[in-house]
């Protein structure tokens, strides 16, 4: 390399936009070390071959990826660095969709509150026509699931470990109080992290959180809103105008796969990690969302045993030809134990009447 190739550092810093202050530091953290350090000075020189990479550098910062995860980035030939910038936004992408659910939760909460004095909306004659059941399936030992539904709460708990089925019960119990109580719309955020708490410490009571766990969904009615709790693989969904929708996130290893792009729905049905969750009520706080009740909506809360073998579309089919909820339940428990019931299955429907 001759001399007309090198750069100093303000010269190489004015090129790749990057300050001299920002490549010193990348050079401690041997992300981009300068091609010559001079012995006597110590003042580094960089090639003009280093340019490109230093600008990817500078893109992806602004992108805001980490530097330790840069450092993997840059490491990889372009295909592979393609596929770990795709795979790093789905992740971003993810995080803030929970987030804007947290944020419109208070922004309701908030202007409830601010609202509470206005007359009752016709929307609070409304009230919930509920079922639940939960089964073993056909081929587990026990039943480690528990499923609930009250006049407020719906509850689906799909327990693991050795004591699966003591933390799911402990879970559901702790929230049993919330059906009994008056829940006033503008009170909720509070009520129900305060209830999420509760049956935490249930479930670290009855089961050794190190081998044990639970996934929980639950819906807490407040009379014209249906709060969400959410964790785990269980899911939510809301069958409205015909159409059924998932209103619940998987956190689990296969959907983040998915998120990322790097597995196709078809293929995470046969994955060998299917049911390795990434959360679980002890491990980490759950999702939080409100969502506006219509006349004529109907809810269900399920246990990974209905979606692993029962089809969306077939779940669907089975919801709108039965009216009646305790029907319903029954045709989805049945649909999945038909299907070879090769999980514990638990069902809640709900309608809003
Ligand atoms: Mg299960």
Redesign the pocket.
């Known amino acids: 390399m001759n001399g007309t190739d090198m750069l100093t550092i303000g010269a190489f810093a004015r090129a790749c936009r990057l300050s001299p202050k920002a490549l010193r530091l990348y050079d401690e953290l041997e992300l981009l070390r300068p091609a010559r350090v001079d012995p006597d000075t110590g003042y580094r020189y960089y090639a003009v071959a280093q340019l490109e990479r230093a600008r990817l550098v500078a893109w992806l910062r602004r992108l805001g990826m980490p530097l330790a995860r840069i450092r993997e980035v840059c490491a990889l030939e372009p295909a592979g660095a393609a596929r770990e910038i795709s795979a790093y936004w789905a992740e971003a992408e993810a995080q803030t969709a929970v987030r804007r659910d947290l944020a419109a939760f208070l922004v309701h909460h908030l202007s409830e509150q601010s609202a509470k004095d206005v007359t009752m909306k016709d929307t609070t004659m409304l009230e919930l026509r509920y079922s639940a059941h939960s089964d073993r399936g056909l081929v587990r030992p026990s039943n480690?699931?528990t499923a609930y539904a009250g006049t407020r709460l719906l509850a689906v708990a799909?327990g693991?470990g050795p004591a699966g089925a003591p933390a799911s019960g402990a879970a559901v119990e702790a929230l049993r109080f919330l059906d009994t109580e008056e829940v006033p719309a503008g009170n909720v955020l509070n009520l129900l992290e305060e209830a999420v708490r509760g049956a935490t410490e249930a479930v670290r009571d009855v089961a050794d959180p190190d081998e044990n766990g639970t996934?929980l969904t639950a819906l807490l009615w407040t009379g014209s809103k249906l709060a969400l709790v959410h964790i785990g693989?269980?899911r939510a969904y809301l069958l409205r105008d015909g159409g059924l929708f998932r209103i619940t996130h998987d956190h689990s290893v296969v959907q983040s796969l998915i998120d990322e792009g790097r597995l196709t729905p078809e293929e995470a049905g046969a994955h060998p990690q299917r049911?390795l969750l990434l959360k679980a009520l002890t491990t980490a706080a759950p999702d939080l969302k409100l969502h506006d009740a219509h006349r004529g909506d109907r809810y269900l809360l399920c246990?990974?045993?209905l979606t692993?073998v029962v089809p969306e579309h077939r779940i669907r089919e089975l919801l709108t030809a039965r009216p009646d909820p305790e029907e319903a339940v029954r045709a989805l428990v049945d649909a999945a134990n038909e299907a070879g019931g090769p999980?514990?299955?638990s069902c809640v429907v709900a309608d809003v009447v």
């Open positions: 480690q699931d799909d693991f996934t693989d269980s049911s246990s990974d045993g692993a999980d514990n299955v």
